[in-house]
């Protein structure tokens, strides 16, 4: 497998770590979700994000799969253990499936051994799985995956708990990048071979991924959008970000990240359209993500936003839309979307905007500002 070099170093570790993922596991994963009926996802913070953008391709695609999450007010019992017979009665087999780089997160983790306990306690095994996506395969939620299930490991970054640099963050990356975006691009390319039936297809998938996706990223850390992007996330302002479903939680996983560097020099981050979000002021930046162009609530945020004076930009999926003629800023990424079949935008705009927090902090070193000793001890703290 031929791996692409990017300017960003720890993409570099993101697409080593991506070639050395046990193909034989990959395949073992997509037999199970080929197999099942109903996929529930689990997962924390920014991990599950990532497997809500997957798998809500597989939702959608042609001939595509039952997703559910926990959190879902049709979800049939409070305990995965009492939900396992009803969703297996009603969708046929039920694939519980956990993305963790740790293997220790805890909901999922309880989640996990409640099924394999009523796995254990039935004989099921043919009609429910723990299927565990980790860099850990001896975790406590690896185990569980190779016993119940199918483990699929791909790698993450070891933690440097001395390295408080800024400057290091463009060799490691921040908040479980590597594990996160890794684990993504080889689910992306299960998700694709899902669609064509095809898991002999999945090594090629993920080659021609890390290829475009290296592409993208190229292109949108050396372009004008980004500059001006930074630009106006280093003033005094608060920043949004929007999209509805996958842009949403793309959007949500730029947030997390940014944070905690705009906190720093005293200003906030949102995701428009929840409960806690505040009306923007003359001066927010507010940054879209969206395929389409045209989804009607996220258009209709952004007219909003320009009427009370501030900056939109967005990175969309195809040209000449309502969305683009709104923004003051545009960045496209090329898909070779087909109908019916997984759209890897938004894979693709995740990667790209990864290391938009690390360009903050570059630019606010050169302006002379160290941000606070604690918030980097943090970030490398839970790096991995």
């Known amino acids: 497998m031929l791996i692409p070099r990017s300017s960003i170093g720890y993409m570099n570790q993101v697409f080593e770590n991506v070639s050395q993922v046990n193909w034989e596991e990959a395949a073992a994963l997509y037999a199970s979700l080929?197999?099942?009926?109903?996929?529930?996802?689990?997962?924390?913070?920014?991990?599950?994000?990532?497997?809500?953008?997957?798998?809500?391709?597989?939702?959608?695609?042609?001939?595509?799969?039952?997703?559910?999450?926990?959190?879902?007010?049709?979800?049939?019992?409070?305990?995965?253990?009492?939900?396992?017979?009803?969703l297996w009665e009603r969708y046929g087999k039920l694939s519980l499936l956990v993305l963790s780089g740790s293997g220790r997160s805890l909901v999922p983790l309880v989640d996990a051994q409640k099924l394999a306990l009523y796995i254990t306690r039935t004989g099921r095994r043919r009609e429910f799985s723990v299927d565990v996506v980790t860099s850990d395969p001896n975790s406590p939620l690896g185990r569980l995956g190779r016993?119940?299930?199918?483990?699929?490991?791909?790698?993450?970054?070891?933690?440097?708990?001395?390295?408080?640099?800024?400057?290091?963050?463009?060799?490691?990356?921040?908040?479980?990048?590597?594990?996160?975006?890794?684990?993504?691009?080889?689910?992306?390319?299960?998700?694709?071979?899902?669609?064509?039936?095809?898991?002999?297809?999945?090594?090629?998938?993920?080659?021609?991924?890390?290829?475009?996706?290296?592409?993208?990223?190229?292109?949108?850390?050396?372009?004008?959008?980004?500059?001006?992007?930074?630009?106006?996330?280093?003033?005094?302002?608060?920043?949004f970000f929007a999209g509805l479903g996958s842009g949403r939680e793309v959007g949500r996983m730029i947030a997390v990240r940014l944070g905690h560097v705009k906190r720093a020099i005293g200003d906030q981050v949102y995701v428009a359209g929840e409960s806690s979000?505040?009306?923007?002021?003359?001066?927010?930046?507010?940054?879209?993500?969206?395929?389409?162009?045209?989804?009607?609530?996220?258009?209709?945020?952004?007219?909003?936003?320009?009427?009370?004076?501030?900056?939109?930009?967005?990175?969309?999926?195809?040209?000449?839309?309502?969305?683009?003629?709104?923004?003051?800023?545009?960045?496209?990424i090329e898909t070779n979307a087909e109908p019916g079949a997984p759209n890897d935008f938004y894979i693709k705009a995740a990667f790209a905007t990864s290391p938009v927090p690390i360009l903050l902090v570059e630019r606010l070193q050169e302006r002379g500002l160290k941000l606070p000793e604690y918030i980097l001890r943090w970030y490398h703290s839970i790096t991995g």
């Open 277 to 332: 979000t505040p009306p923007p002021r003359a001066g927010d930046v507010l940054l879209v993500i969206s395929y389409s162009g045209e989804t009607e609530v996220v258009i209709s945020w952004c007219r909003n936003f320009k009427k009370l004076g501030g900056t939109v930009l967005s990175i969309v999926g195809r040209s000449n839309t309502t969305l683009e003629s709104l923004s003051d800023h545009t960045f496209r």
């Open 34 to 86: 080929r197999g099942a009926g109903v996929i529930v996802l689990n997962g924390e913070g920014r991990s599950k994000g990532a497997l809500n953008i997957v798998c809500s391709e597989i939702a959608k695609m042609r001939g595509g799969k039952v997703v559910m999450d926990r959190a879902d007010v049709g979800f049939p019992d409070r305990d995965m253990d009492g939900a396992a017979p009803i």
């Open 147 to 239: 016993d119940f299930g199918t483990c699929l490991t791909v790698k993450g970054r070891e933690i440097d708990e001395d390295a408080v640099d800024t400057s290091a963050f463009k060799s490691v990356g921040i908040l479980e990048d590597v594990f996160i975006l890794g684990a993504s691009l080889v689910l992306q390319a299960i998700a694709e071979s899902l669609y064509t039936g095809r898991p002999y297809e999945i090594r090629e998938r993920v080659q021609r991924l890390m290829n475009e996706t290296n592409g993208v990223i190229e292109a949108f850390v050396g372009s004008d959008f980004t500059k001006t992007l930074v630009e106006l996330l280093e003033r005094r302002n608060l920043a």
